[in-house]
Nanobody
Framework: QVQLVESGGGSVQAGGSLRLSCVAS????????MGWFRQVPGQEREYIAS????????YYADSAKGRFTLSQGNAKNTLILQMNSLQPEDAARYYC????????????????WGHGTQVTVSS
């Protein structure tokens, strides 16, 4: 089992930046992948970005390319999502996701979810 805890959401004006963090704990296998999704009430959960936990490539949805960046945090087992040039359409609840067998780019691949952190962007 893996536990995921997000932090770093908040409110910004359009054009601003936020940095989300996700700390993973528990039994983390070599094949583990982590990522971020977001969801607006009434809509499906949307993939944002993902990476192999032990140093693989990073993948981004088209909506995130050029504005959002994944990185490993200084603290152990921490994944960072740096979000720049935020727009009102980026407002959502952002969820950290984990997959025991890699991927983590579609909801069916996800084994673990964090509780989410709210991002609000005002125009």
């Amino acid at each position: 089992q893996v536990q995921l805890v997000e932090s770093g959401g908040g409110s910004v004006q359009a054009g601003g930046s936020l940095r989300l963090s996700c700390v993973a704990s528990g039994t983390i296998y070599r094949t583990f992948a982590m990522g971020w999704f977001r969801q607006v009430p009434g809509q499906e959960r949307e993939y944002i970005a993902s990476t192999d936990f032990y140093g693989g490539r990073r993948y981004y949805a088209d909506s995130a390319k050029g504005r959002f960046t994944l990185s490993q945090g200084n603290a152990k087992n921490t994944l960072i999502l740096q979000m720049n040039s935020l727009q009102p359409e980026d407002a959502a609840r952002y969820y950290c996701a984990g997959s025991d067998i890699g991927g983590c780019a579609v909801v069916p691949d996800v084994n673990y979810w964090g509780h989410g952190t709210q991002v609000t962007v005002s125009s």
